[in-house]
């Protein structure tokens, strides 16, 4: 494993079924980076780790007893809402500035193009937005993104299991704003 900035949680290694050469100390870190990246749910952090909500716990806890995260408080929705600490932050690597402007919105930049494909594509199933991605993902990867977006606002879902989804009129103008503020100095590059 190459340099982590995790601290030491093989006490609660067994309290995890990970795929493959998956570890804990590299959950950890991604725990981190959603946070950082606007997804502060636990349930949103579940899935975007692919963890159960238990595991999930594990780490959160972990992360707060090393100061690293905070729950925003401990009644009703605050015990379920996670910020990252000046702590948090300073560990994580420097964020591109088109990161920093679309973490504004919640986004990342994989989140952004999910929502520009499904924008440009219409009403579609998961298989339309992965051949159009510019990333090699697996369909259980994607669909935390997918679940971000509709958590967000910026997509709906419809159909017998929600299969479909769609831009909603928030998203839309999410993508007017984005393209005008955060990307506008690119595309007057080229």
């Known amino acids: 494993m190459s340099e982590t900035f995790a601290p030491d949680l093989e006490e609660i290694h067994d309290r995890f079924e990970l795929e493959g050469d998956e570890t804990v100390e590299e959950k950890y870190e991604e725990l981190l980076k959603f946070v950082h990246s606007g997804r502060n749910r636990t349930d949103e952090l ?53 990161d920093a402007k679309l973490a504004e919105y919640n986004l990342t930049e994989l989140d952004y193009e ?37 958590r967000e606002n910026y997509c709906e879902s419809s159909g017998l299991w929600r299969r479909y989804v769609e831009v909603t009129n928030e ?17 007057e590059r080229h």
Not at 46 to 57: H, K
Not at 119 to 131: K, R
Not at 134 to 143: E, F, G, N
């Open 46 to 98: 579940a899935d975007g780790l692919g963890l159960s909500g238990v595991e999930t716990e594990y780490l959160i806890r972990e992360a707060e007893k090393n100061g690293d995260l905070a729950r925003d408080g401990y009644t009703g929705k605050k015990l379920y809402t996670i910020l990252i600490t000046s702590q948090g932050q300073a560990k994580l690597p420097a964020i591109s500035e088109i």
């Open 171 to 187: 998203g839309r103008s999410v993508i007017e704003t984005a393209e005008h503020e955060v990307f506008n100095d690119k595309s």
């Open 114 to 150: 999910v929502l520009k494909i499904v924008a440009n594509v219409g009403s579609c199933t998961v298989q339309p937005i992965l051949e159009e991605l510019s990333v090699d993902l697996a369909p259980i990867k994607l669909i935390p993104v997918i679940n971000h977006l509709i």
